[in-house]
């Protein structure tokens, strides 16, 4: 039996400046206005599916029960395929590009049971392009779920398996360094890393050491001191590694952007090494001032 849903999450790349996150919250409202919507973000940088993968793994554990609308969609009116993926043996449905965007939160919410391509034009809305995929294709599919049409009548089955996997990288380790890469800068400038303290060597200290590889320096890389800390205020004046609140380390300033102080990114990486390292750690300073 189909389930009625009562609830629509929003993760896009639309921003706010125009009228499309508005057109989505209202094709959804006209075909199921009993369904509530959360807006997760429409911030994600333009074109950016990698982005748009690490923010909806961010937020899936916390959307309720329903459907999960995500919408970061390069080749929109292309032949990549729009889909529908069912999760936690029904408890949601993520709607959205067949680019990789989804393949993460899927896998997170414990792997997909049912999944359709969304071809079946009766569910879609009548346009005069193809540009507008969140608008005239995932807002109705999303909408006609909570209004209790069964995944199965949206499209054709596909199997799970076919779908695009995701391209958010792994940590390697190389001998006594753990290779890690930025996946993320917050409004703070706090950098996540995609490395977690379990994933740390055993036996490594509080304090660490970062390298940053600069081409563009004499010594070609940049190494600072890092301390682990479990709250922003335990760093201090220097530098620490923070396991945020998503369970990932990030590279933090108290108070401060460790993004601006080192330079860094996303998709930068970071090299870790217990201790201080052979090698000095140097902080520039100005004196005479005060």
């Keep these: 039996m189909a389930r009625r849903y009562e609830h629509v999450s929003l993760l896009t790349d639309y921003g706010t400046a125009d009228e499309f996150v508005g057109v989505v919250h209202a094709v959804i409202a006209d075909i199921a206005p009993h369904a509530r919507i959360t807006d997760l973000t429409h911030g994600i940088a333009p074109f950016d599916v990698r982005a748009g993968s690490l923010a909806l793994v961010r937020s899936i554990g916390y959307v309720p029960e329903g459907v999960v609308v995500a ?83 949206l499209g054709s089955a596909v199997d799970p398996a076919a779908l695009m996997p995701g391209t958010i990288p792994l940590p390697r380790h190389e001998g006594d360094e753990v290779i890690a890469e930025v996946l993320w800068v917050d409004r703070f400038g706090n950098c996540q890393i995609n490395l977690g303290s379990e994933e740390l060597p055993p036996g490594w200290g509080t304090v660490l050491t970062l390298r940053l590889d600069d081409p563009t320096l004499a010594t070609g890389s940049v190494r600072r001191s890092v301390r682990r800390c479990s709250t922003f205020g335990e760093i201090g004046g220097g530098i620490g590694l923070v396991a ?31 201790g201080y390292g052979a090698d000095p750690v140097t902080v520039p300073v100005e004196l005479g001032r005060g």
């Design 71 to 153: 919408v970061v969609d390069p080749g929109v009116g292309t032949e990549r395929r729009a889909v529908a993926i069912e999760v936690g043996d029904g408890a949601g449905i993520l709607v959205g590009p067949d680019n990789g965007l989804l393949a993460p939160a899927v896998a997170l919410a414990g792997g997909a049971g049912r999944a359709v391509v969304l071809d079946d034009p009766s569910f879609h809305l009548e346009t005069p392009g193809a540009t507008f995929a969140g608008r005239d294709i995932f807002a109705p599919a999303a909408a006609h779920l909570c209004n209790g049409v069964d995944l199965a009548e």
């Design 244 to 274: 945020d609140s998503h369970g990932l380390f990030a590279v933090c300033l108290d108070r401060g952007s460790a993004a601006a102080e080192l330079g860094i990114g996303e998709g930068d990486q970071v090299v870790l090494t217990d």
